[in-house]
């Protein structure tokens, strides 16, 4: 092996090739859950597009050697660190991190596929432009990792996935050769959709080096809001109100029942959710967080989203609202629903499901799956939350009050997941709405996905990565 | 041959498998352009998907018959009517009209392949919603043909190409087998994307049978303008000042060159265009067509675009302005606009291009194809008009006032199509923005696609329909 890490040191530079036994590689072996720790055959940051492409060349002459690519490794699935079996070479790609232009006129950027989201967000912010993807942990994520695996975040509803923020790509292929289409063309029909097969594709397909991205105006207004209402149809109901009246200026819906809240309440006694969680009689209420952004000017914005929430109250579908009235206010609320995974972690161990159904199912879904899991999980507290505007709910189960959260998890996963994804199924949804496959939800793929879409997906892996050299072990069952 | 012929019959019934010679299939057999005439083995109606499904798996045990897929039969290259061979069976998707679902809390539509576009449209307008895509040919092309060939139309700058429409898939695979992905989830990552492998593969890779399409709120106010520029550069600057004033609520920005709507002031004796197409010295103008549309109050939309468009004339970008009292004013612009090519088909045969490059290099590249073409076919008339929102123009030429057309075009379309795709490739543009490949833009393709790209499609192409079945000749070069 050596005389591949020496060629490997020959091309990306001594500095850049780490290797060492114990927790010296801990950073990249062990995912962001800690649930997966792998041992790297090493770790190699290239700093080009080309060197890159001459890693994976490198590689693909190596008999056993596959390449896991990693970007900020805040995956919530495992698919960016390696296995055990230190035959795998972890390209970071943290070193590839130049803004190469951005493209005012055009509404592009063109970065690196190692720039952290945030610093897409802020050279977008700095040209007087919004980069809209947004998602917890933005300070430390990748975009080439974002894109890597279509990620969602909180303005799903009104922007789309990071598949639809992006333009154009370049990738080094499994052959090593450097594919480019950062053309910055908002339509370009030439050909079958290459771009969009390597955006989720969790780096077995290719390897990401840099994105042409979407931008858009920075809006003239916002508002946020928060509203209770008495069942989750209810806040369905008001959601449809909503687009009904703003259409895309409806940026951001959040659902939280009232579990959720409270764990926060628990465990963040700074923060303070704004209306009660429950009504006068006991009754549990869910709560949703509303945010509206607008070119028109703020007092047209705020008339608009009074009235229309003072007619959700009459119509029955809310039964209190909060308006906020600055950017302050708003960021609370926002801390309020991003406190929710964090307080779900103080309080333990927890199995998490991110699942989408269509918005007509969403509360015949919970409540079947609520029922169906009182049989499996006797007691266990329903952590229900998520982006409700897109389908899409966090739908996490906590061992009952007092119980013990390891033993719990693991006497209880396997049982819960096939609960909640049989009851997802019988309503036409999907195991992974914005999380992706990685290794965690591999089991689920072979099960669950039809087969003739895994039958072509394995044909597409095989037409393009016939050696398994790019990231074997995930995405795709054996 | 008969006795694939009978078994198709067997399939679909006896009066849905149409034979004959001479000109008993010419619409089938002719495209819309009438550039390509083919001969077909027969033209075999399914209506259902399973007996799509079964009239692929009977072709494919036939050796030497592919099968092309056809919708409305209104493609611009030619890539859904059959080639002379008479070993092709054109599968009309015609009898596939159903609407399956419309599900208005999920803002979803699930409809058959061979329903025309018109026809999506009302069917959301009737659950108040509005299914956005629109194009000219939308009274007869068919949504599958929209998007096999992932049309574009007049308001992708707010809604995108029908790719960016469509949420999940129903598609026979060229091994005939179902495949549905009629979900109506917003998110779904659970592996690779074949939806977007599928839309605007031209019928090479599988037939889509169904489509669940999304839907959005009616607008509550629209507005309509017409403005004129001195220059290109002056009408994307316009669009800039406008995008920032609208963001989403700008929903189409089309662009005319001065020669274009000559041509439709000939023609279209009964359409008047709104603004003079010259200044006082005689310098001919930019005309563009502007659509706004809002889900707040008529009043607030229009008075914010009088008093954009008044600072943008103070800007310098625009030299006059019209602005729409009502939808019938409205739709005369647009009838305008529609007419270009109407007026191009009356004028004579003429030379096609649908280009796009990014819109901070469209002024530039317009005057540079200008000066390029001015050597290579002197005296030509540049009939440039298009969406200019989306970098998207259609760059055509007219023979010189009083020359043959028919006589042009045979003699320049070649030189012309090289020197204007060689200036597209220069400003980092693409040679079909929405028409897609066909069979007319293949030896584009195999000059101009980069090496690694088509290598990639081919590995695509070769892994999903190996047997060569589905669509040969178009779309991928030899």
């Keep these: 092996m050596s005389s591949l890490l020496d060629d490997l040191r020959a091309i990306v530079g001594e500095a850049h090739v780490l290797t060492g036994d114990g927790e010296a590689l801990v950073a990249w072996e062990r995912d962001w859950r800690k649930r997966y720790r792998g041992r790297a055959l090493c770790v190699v940051l290239p700093g080009t597009a080309d060197e890159v492409a001459a890693v994976v060349r490198r590689c693909a002459r190596e008999d ?4 896991v690519t990693q970007g900020g490794n805040t995956g919530l699935v495992g698919g960016g660190v390696p296995d055990d079996s230190r035959t795998q070479v972890v390209l970071s790609t943290k070193r590839l991190r130049a803004i190469r232009r951005v493209d005012a006129d055009n509404q592009t950027i063109t970065v690196e596929a190692g720039l952290a989201l945030q610093k897409v967000q802020a050279a977008a912010a700095e040209a007087g432009l919004l980069f809209p993807l947004s998602l917890a942990a933005e300070g430390t994520c990748t975009i080439g990792g974002n894109l890597a695996t279509n990620a969602g975040g909180t303005q799903v509803l009104r922007f789309g996935n990071a598949r639809e923020l992006c333009l154009g790509l370049e990738v080094v292929t499994a052959q090593g050769e450097l594919w480019s289409s950062l053309h910055g063309l908002r339509k370009d029909n030439t050909g079958y959709d290459l771009r969009d097969l390597f955006v989720g ?16 105006p920075q809006p003239r207004a916002g508002v946020t809001a928060w509203a209770t209402c008495r069942t989750l149809a209810g806040a369905v109901a008001l959601m449809r109100r909503l687009r009904d009246a703003f259409d895309a200026e409806l940026v951001g819906y959040e659902a939280m029942n009232a579990a959720s809240l409270a ?54 579908e809310a039964v209190d609202i909060a308006v906020t009235r600055n950017e302050l206010q708003a960021r609370t609320l926002w801390q309020l629903r991003e406190a ?40 266990a507290r329903h ?10 709910l966090h739908y996490n189960l906590q061992a ?8 719990f998890l693991a006497s209880h996963e396997d049982a819960a997941n096939a609960c909640v994804y049989d009851v997802v199924a019988r309503f036409g949804g999907t195991f992974s709405a914005e999380h992706g496959i990685g290794r965690l939800r591999r089991p689920e793929m072979a099960a669950r996905k039809p087969a003739p ?15 398994g050299l790019l990231n074997p072990g995930v995405l795709l069952p054996d």
Excluded: C, Y
């Design 64 to 67: 056993g050697v596959s390449i």
């Design 201 to 216: 594709s969790e780096g077995t397909l290719g390897i990401i080096t840099a994105a042409t991205l979407r931008l858009f």
């Design 263 to 316: 764990l926060v309440e628990r465990h963040f006694s700074a923060l303070r959710v704004p209306l009660p969680l429950a009504d006068a009689s006991g009754q549990p209420l869910w709560s949703v967080l509303i945010d509206l952004a607008s070119p028109h000017d703020e007092h047209v914005l705020r008339e608009r989203a009074e009235a229309t929430l003072m007619s959700a109250i009459e119509g029955g």
């Design 340 to 379: 929710i995974p964090l307080a779900q972690g103080v309080e333990g161990l927890n199995i998490k499901h991110d699942v989408a159904v269509p918005l007509s199912s969403l509360a015949g879904f919970v409540a079947a799956a609520d029922a169906a899991l009182e049989a499996v999980v006797p007691g």
């Design 383 to 392: 952590v229900t939350f998520g982006h409700l505007g897109d389908g899409n």
């Design 400 to 407: 009952a009050e007092g119980n013990e959260a390891a033993s």
């Design 453 to 467: 879409a895994l039958a072509m997906m394995r044909a597409v892996k095989s037409a393009l990565d016939p050696r």
